[in-house]
């Protein structure tokens, strides 16, 4: 089964409003990243957090790691018609040396 | 310093052909993993390895499906007498060490006929 699950899968919004995707994991782990893919292309990688990090930002993006939840937000503010496109996270689970997706979320940013 | 380097881009094969995708990793990174990933899906894991090491290929077919590492060169991920069920984008990522940020190529678009 999965380890990462993302919600929601899809999400549409207006620019310049805020999105927020979660992410949720069921074990425990050493890291989580997130990652943008635009249709038809190859991961960006976007931010880690470590499993003793709570929050960390980079530019209009946002990332909270809430290790007694086994979840992880990422939000990204003020967004654009650029920002267009699926979102990933992925987890390391502690024991292993692999990343985990979940499904992802498809953000649409309507101009 | 370049990217992880995935060819070919695309690829097509006909049924029971072979298939043999390279991945170039970021220049210092030792680790690699495959992933496979279907339309409107997530990422799939498929192997990791270090150089000329498989350390984990628990997403691995068992059969038809083979991946290298050597020593000199590109990973390799090869695929057997494909079969339609094997069209799908495959991504192979990098790092440095396990437990950091992995970097990705653009992928190689295997479509079957």
């Known amino acids: 089964s999965q380890q990462g699950e993302e919600d929601p899968q899809a999400l549409s919004i207006q620019e310049g409003e805020n999105a927020t995707m979660n992410c949720s994991y069921k074990?425990?782990?050493?890291?989580l990243q997130w990652y943008r893919q635009n249709s038809g292309r190859g991961l960006v990688h976007l931010i880690l957090?470590?499993?003793?990090?709570r929050e960390k930002h980079s530019g209009r993006l946002r990332v909270t790691l809430d290790t007694s939840k086994k979840s992880s937000s990422l939000l990204i503010t003020a967004s654009r018609a650029a920002d267009t496109a699926s979102y990933f996270c992925?987890?390391?689970?502690?024991?292993?040396?692999?990343?985990?997706f979940g499904q992802g979320t498809r953000l649409t940013i309507n101009p | 310093n370049a990217g992880v380097m995935q060819n070919p881009r695309h690829l097509v094969r006909r049924r029971g052909q072979e298939a043999r995708l390279r991945c170039s990793p970021m220049?210092?990174?030792?680790?690699v993993y495959w992933y496979r990933q279907l339309p409107e899906e997530g990422l799939k894991f498929m192997v990791y390895?270090?150089?000329?090491?498989?350390?984990?290929e628990s997403g691995m077919p068992k059969e038809r499906f083979s991946a290298e590492f050597p020593k000199e060169g590109p990973s390799i991920l090869r695929i057997q007498q494909v079969v339609r069920g094997d069209s799908a984008a495959y991504f192979c990522?990098?790092?440095?060490?396990?437990?950091?940020?992995?970097?990705f190529g653009q992928g190689t678009r295997l479509t079957v006929v």
């Open positions: 390895l270090q150089k000329e090491n498989i350390i984990d």
């Open positions: 074990t425990s782990i050493n890291n």
């Open positions: 220049k210092g990174h030792s680790h």
């Open positions: 957090i470590r499993s003793n990090e």
């Open positions: 992925a987890t390391d689970a502690k024991g292993a040396q692999k990343l985990v």
């Open positions: 990522a990098s790092s440095p060490s396990p437990n950091t940020e992995a970097f």
